[in-house]
């Protein structure tokens, strides 16, 4: 049930956020006495020998090693706590500023969020705008809810709450899987530390917590994730074929034939991952060839692969029920563990296992794959989609406006693209590019500047603003190494702040009509921002175009072209190669110095320069190539 109006009015979730502020400030604490005890250890090592030094300094580890996770999980709770709170605050704000103009206009509402005209208001027209506002505000008092029951579950998460984790029985022995949390290096060691037959045993049993965890190697990950996946269908269809009913029919009303609701978002969203694999693997939604429809991922054996020529993908993360049954998978075409080059890709708003990300059609992994392999054809690029966070959910939603997921995100993101220099295999180079797209380049450059995220190369694409980072340096990686895909007819890539200029001067003018700050932070195209600009302009485009936003992975596009070449470690040539674009200036007005009069000749001006809010995008309306 939908918490009330005078629930939303009464609560304060600025306090989460001060809560957040204090929780970031226990953890810097923490860190830096984390700091001082292993500087202390490292010297007692060099000065210390024997039995007793042997297993003090062992005690010593151990217990920084638990303060270390220990400092994890408060920066996990902090991020919780500041999303949570930034979300509904915002849209707390937004609810009560609707309820106001609502009444302001002669309706009363409700507790419930039902409007109804005064008495004096009378027609039929009103009546349907007062159920329309009915359903809107309805519709707000549920999100603020699930907002609500959300915050809490990513609280309970970030404390260590319900993960669970029961030994494993291999063999007679039980086995103990490390927590989620647990640093991918020692994750790693746990690995290698087990027999061969212990790890052939836990990938038979496939828990799926072994799937997900950093530090396992990839392959081993595709095969136990893939197993779930398959669990995860068979619950469901076994049930359709031992009542001789529809999938429709148990999925409508799980609890008739024993199973739950859990169940069934298992099922629907191991269907739109299992389509996903097949659609980046074969370029189609469902396997080509007789019984296509009715044949399953793993039913595929490396030999078919080979013979078709079809891509290699993998099933590198997959838990269906995250971020409240929107679910996390990442699907990845070649082994991140082997490639020379890796990129991981991270989608914006709307994008979901749930809602069809990885298997509605969406080509830009199979063609950056492609493109990447053409650039360096002796070195496949692997390329992970990453749909690992909690998107906003539409363009109305109002998460949009603010960088809570972003930075929740940006936790999430970091902590796996850092473990895959852990497992990479060391005989093999390892260059890695994380491109975002529109609110996940807010999500990747949060990961950066925010998270500590390590990789070679930053992409935005598309993007409303960087949130914490205020320029390029601020990413931790060579300025040079930033680059931004930014068509000047696409009106996401306009939103971010640029200079003392728009928007956000404007914004401050209306009264902040956008929000506390118009876009999402600064923006990466701008000249100040010191990033390097590749071209990204759509062919024809002459005005600024809501689709423009989607051009950045089309095959034959300049930002396709560009992006191919920085993943494949050859962003250097952009110059060279004509891919270069410059960055987005702003513009000023100045009075003339002086002025040619008749008979009287040229005459000294005082002269006055004009700040105003313009800002010129060079690559606007020029030809794209």
Known sequence: MAVSVSTVRESQPARLVDAADAMRGKHSSLQAIVTGEREMLSFLQGHWSGDAATAALATGLRDT??????AARLAHLESALRSGGLQMAALRDALLDLVATTERFGFAVADDGTVTPEQWLIGDFLDSIARNLTAF???????????????????????????????????????????????????????????????????????PMLGNLNGIPADVRDQ?????????????????AAHGVSTD???????????????????????????????????????????????RYSDIGAAE????????????????????GKGRAAVSIGNPDRSANTAVIVPGTSASVRDGWLSDGHNDAINLYNQSLQVDPDNPTAVISWMGYNTPESFTDPNIATTGLARTGGDA????????????????????TVAGHSYGSTTVADAFAHSGMQADNAVLLGSPGTDVAQSAADFGVDGDRVYIGDASTDPVGWLGQMGNALPGEINDTLGSMAGPSAGLGADPAFEDFGATRFRAEVPGA??????????????????????????????DRLGELGLLAPP??????????????????EVPLPQVQIETPVILDPEWNRPAE
């Open 224 to 240: 136990v994730n893939v197993a779930v996946l398959d669990d995860d269908l068979d619950r469901v269809e076994s049930v359709v």
């Open 65 to 70: 090693d638990r303060q270390e996770r220990t």
């Open 542 to 571: 002459d005005m600024i175009d809501p689709g423009d936003h989607s051009y950045y992975y089309t095959p034959g596009s300049e930002s396709l072209r560009s992006m191919a070449e920085i993943v494949t470690g050859n962003g």
């Open 137 to 207: 505000l309805q519709k707000m008092l549920q999100l603020f809810t699930d907002l609500d029951e959300n915050t809490a579950a990513a609280i309970d998460q970030a404390a260590g709450v319900d993960i669970p984790n029961p030994p494993v029985d291999i063999g007679g022995t039980q086995l103990h899987i490390p927590s989620p949390d647990t640093d991918p290096a020692q994750v790693q060691q746990w690995w290698d530390g087990l027999t061969q037959q212990q790890r052939d045993g836990l990938i038979a049993q496939h828990p």
């Open 413 to 432: 993101l970091a902590w796996d693209v850092n473990s895959l220099a852990v497992t990479h295999d060391a005989g093999v180079p390892h260059h890695l």
């Open 249 to 295: 029919d148990v999925t409508a009303d799980p609890a008739r034939f024993g199973l739950s609701d859990g169940d069934v978002t298992r099922y629907q969203n191991a269907r739109e991952t299992q389509e996903g694999l097949i659609h980046q693997m074969t370029g189609e939604n469902s396997l080509p060839g007789p019984g296509g429809d009715d044949r």
């Open 584 to 601: 987005r200036t702003e513009m000023s007005l100045a009075t003339p110095g002086q002025v040619d009069l008749p008979f009287v000749g």
């Open 305 to 324: 692969r080979a013979d078709k020529n079809w891509r290699p993908t993998m099933l590198w993360s997959y838990d269906p029920q995250a971020f409240d």
